[in-house]
């Protein structure tokens, strides 16, 4: 089959309909017509039919020039985090973690060459560093995509990934990857620290131990609840 061609049973329009709802996202929340055609590549009257289409299931609203995403889309995400085991499971000891150092843990997986979060606690403090649920990072570029990755550290394979925080962002994040009974990485959990409160080598010294210790308890609870690795818990596969 060549490269671009698609299976019988695909569904263009479909396709076309989704590409039109990622085409929002946090840098651009609201697009006009010709926007949503241009960045979707499609005409203005596909683009509107979809929109419009969007707007009568209640995923879409328009102002009659800016169109934007409905609280609606929600029920998206929603149906695929229902449906995990995972963050339900680790919730208590995300929870857990986060009491005892004080800063925002997070739980990722991996989706092809991306980080996503499906579960956070966020320190309670004024300026925590606290990542959204179902935000997506490039997983090279972040210590829990590398984690999961099992990319190469200065210590041979990741058991902790740690990155230091840079003047743009001033974020130190801190990772380690999650395993099923079977030693496949399924998930990873980070914590993120802002660097001008503590540094590399204390974020290693005093939070390291607690991390891997959420990461231990989380590892035997699948132990116990999954007596074999099971797909919806996020199993973390890459291109």
């Known amino acids: 089959m060549p490269v671009n061609a698609r299976a019988p049973h695909f569904v263009r329009s479909f396709e076309r309909g989704l590409a039109v709802i990622r085409a929002f996202d946090a840098e651009h929340p609201a697009h006009t017509l010709s926007e949503v055609a241009r960045a979707c590549d499609l005409t203005r ?70 980080a996503v979060c499906v579960a956070q606690v966020p320190a309670r403090r004024v300026m925590a560093a606290a990542v959204a649920v179902g935000a997506r990072f490039p997983a090279h570029g972040t ?17 902790y990934v740690l990155l230091d925080g840079d003047p743009e962002d001033g974020v130190t994040t801190l990772a380690a990857p999650v395993r099923d009974r079977g030693g496949q990485v399924v998930a990873g959990v980070s914590l993120a620290v802002h660097s001008g409160r503590m540094s590399a080598t204390t974020v290693r010294r005093d939070l390291l131990p607690r991390l891997r210790a959420a990461v231990a308890a989380i590892e035997a609870d699948l132990r116990i609840t999954d007596p074999a690795p099971d797909a919806s818990l996020g199993t973390a596969t890459h291109r």
Not at 143 to 159: S, Y
């Open 143 to 159: 210590a829990v995509g590398r984690a999961m990755l099992n990319l190469p550290e200065a210590a041979g394979a990741a058991e």
């Open 45 to 114: 009257a596909a683009a509107r039919r979809l929109l419009l289409t969007l707007a009568d299931l209640g995923y879409v609203r328009s102002d009659g020039r800016l169109f934007r995403l409905t609280p609606r889309i929600l029920e998206l995400g929603y149906a695929y985090l229902s449906g995990l085991d995972l963050p339900r499971l680790a919730a208590p000891y995300l929870e857990q973690l986060v009491s005892l150092v004080g800063e925002s843990a997070a739980l990722c997986v991996l989706e092809g060459d991306e």
